[in-house]
């Protein structure tokens, strides 16, 4: 009777969880910080901001498929630079595509690109602001980065890197 007692509450809670996965799962999306006692978490603002300018689809974000998801379950920093490194490798083909000479600098190119009027401003807005979290990834070490976080991140720069793909010559 004892064992009853102690485990009730704990099963109704875990069921609980299960009935309403999805539900939760899209609620946590838009936190901003759980907090419980001496417990806190706090989620990524600029990556919710990245998120609404650039109407991600969350049911995209879930797709446990592709390797960014895989590896922000492990570790979301690695998440975050991998899908950065994949970003800075499709902007330098494309500047040897178009023959840019910058062979140094990625925000050089991509302001390149937009002075050629090849990319939109909301498109460098986009890599600029994905720049600046990346930094944030690395040089900060954001240990509340979350899982959430990192692959809305990886999910907006596969955007933007399909995009760049997409660019040709004016």
């Known amino acids: 009777m004892q064992i009853i007692k102690l485990i009730k509450w704990p099963v109704v809670i875990v ?3 299960f009935i309403f996965r999805k539900p939760i799962s899209n609620i946590i999306l ?3 910080t759980i907090k419980y006692r001496n417990f806190e978490v706090k989620f990524g603002r600029n990556i919710k901001q990245l998120e609404k300018d650039y109407k991600v689809d969350k049911n995209l974000l879930l797709d446990n498929s592709n390797r960014y998801f895989q590896l922000a379950k492990i570790d979301p920093i690695s998440a975050v630079l991998d899908a950065w490194r994949d970003l ?8 040897k595509e178009l ?3 910058e062979k140094h600098s990625l925000r050089k190119i991509v302001g390149i690109l937009n002075k050629k009027g090849i990319l939109h401003i909301s498109e460098k807005n986009m890599f ?6 990346r930094n944030q990834a690395l040089y900060e ?3 509340n980065l979350s899982f959430i976080d990192a692959i809305t991140y990886s999910h907006l720069a596969k955007i933007l890197a399909s995009y760049i ?3 040709s010559k004016i």
Do not use: M, W
């Open 15 to 17: 069921i609980t969880l």
């Open 30 to 32: 838009y936190l901003n």
């Open 88 to 95: 800075s490798f499709t902007v330098f083909e494309k500047a």
């Open 99 to 101: 023959n840019i000479k």
């Open 128 to 133: 600029e602001k994905l720049y600046r979290l």
């Open 141 to 143: 070490g954001r240990p």
């Open 165 to 167: 793909k997409e660019l």
